[in-house]
Every structure is written in structure tokens, then in C-alpha cells.
């Protein structure tokens, strides 16, 4: 557990014996800043160096060595021991290149001889990188005729396109995502919408593609239009 296990020895009248007196102590978290103030709960954290100290009465006890560990390898202690003259520590971050928030533990165990026990527990936590995504562009003014266009898509994770209306086929080849609209063989204008949806970790954003069509062009031909009718009469077609 969290405690700090020291030995006391004393003497019964059978001989020497010893008792370990456990004494609690209770697991911390704690937000590490650098020199600039900067929260450790940043994507853009890379390297950076945390000093923090233990709080009054968790650091070394007395004449009692202790070691300091981390439970990942993304956070270094800048010490890996420390004596009764120590008080603090840095702590190395490594860039979280993720896009899901991440923690540590970083413990400080307190031995003597062939005794160690958990003193302090510090939680690291560093967030995810953000997820971006940009669609370019995202309206198209289709001719009745149809015709096919691409948007271009920029993000630093997957993506995917979503349902797209009957008359739309959409396709994607690396950055760009291709829409091809088929003949609006009807006299109404219509619009079809497409969602463009990135993915990154448990992150999600999403651009919608609108596809305006123009109606079908109504046309009315006639041919001739005129005749020379004789006196007589007769049929004529156009």
C-alpha cells in the first residue's frame, strides 16, 4: 500500500525481536510545472523538465534512503536515488504523438536495508495531441449534366466518407475525396450533403460536402412551325 515501513527494534525477554511500525501515507496528484509555469497537461510537451518537491514530511526520513521510479518509460525522474540532503526531483515528459490523454505514476520508495516500501504515488497526466481536420472546398454547384469534383482533405488522422445520396458516388485516393453526381434528369433543383468524418484515437471531427444540382432544362422543339396551305386544303405535321 502507500505507507512507509520502518523497523523498530526492541528486546523481549526471550531475545531480540523486531516490528515493522507502518506508517500511511496518501497517494498524491499532482500538477508539475517548469520554470516557465507551463501546466504538464499539454499536447505540446516534448522533453521538458518538471521540478517539483516533496511535500513537508514525504521526502526522506531521517537517515533513510530512498529511490525514485517511473511506472512508463515517456516519464524519466532526473534522479533515480536520492539521501536525507535531497528534497527534489525534475521529471523528463516525453511528446505524447497520440491523440488519447495518457498518465504515469512516478513513486518514491523508501528503504532501509532489506525494507522498501511505496512513500508518495505521483500521477503524471499529459493530454493527446489534437485532432485537426480541414475539407477544401466544401460547396459545389452542380450543372444538371452532373460532373464529378474533389475536395481536398487535410488531417493528421483517418478518414472517412460517409452515406451519400443515390445520385452522388463518392470515392477517396489519399488526400482528396472525389464526388461524382449523376444527370438530374428531373425539373427540380436538389441537394445532396456528404459527411467527411476523421478519426484519431477517441477523437472525432467531422465537414460536411454540399452538392447543389441545377433542374433539368425543360425543352420544347417544333419543326416547321409555319406552312403554305393551298385553297384546297391537306395535312401537314410538325
Known sequence: GNAIVLPVKFTLDDGP???????????????????????IDAAAVHAKTR??????????????????????????????????????F????????????RSAKVRVLINDGSVSALAVEYTVSQAGKN????????????????GEYNSTVSTNGSYTIGEVPTWIEASKLGSVAS????????????????????TGGSQTKSETVTLVQAANILVLTVSPTSFSVPAAGGEYNS
Request: a negative charge; hydrophobic letters at 35%; aromatic letters at 8%.
Open 17 to 39: 525481536c523486531s516490528i515493522y511500525v507502518t506508517l500511511k501515507k496518501p497517494v498524491e496528484v499532482v500538477t508539475l510545472t517548469d520554470t516557465n509555469d507551463e501546466s
Open 51 to 88: 521540478h517539483f518537491s516533496f511535500p513537508s514530511g514525504k521526502g526522506a526520513v531521517g537517515s533513510v534512503h530512498g529511490t525514485v521510479e517511473a511506472t512508463d518509460s515517456w516519464v524519466s525522474p532526473s534522479v533515480s536515488s536520492f539521501d536525507d540532503s535531497s528534497t527534489s
Open 90 to 101: 525534475g521529471v523528463s515528459v516525453s511528446e505524447n504523438a497520440g491523440f488519447d490523454d
Open 131 to 146: 485532432l485537426a481536420l480541414s475539407v477544401s472546398p466544401t460547396s459545389f454547384s452542380v450543372p444538371a449534366a452532373g
Open 179 to 198: 464526388f461524382t453526381a449523376a444527370e438530374n434528369t428531373e425539373f427540380i433543383q436538389r441537394t445532396g450533403t456528404v459527411t467527411i468524418t476523421a
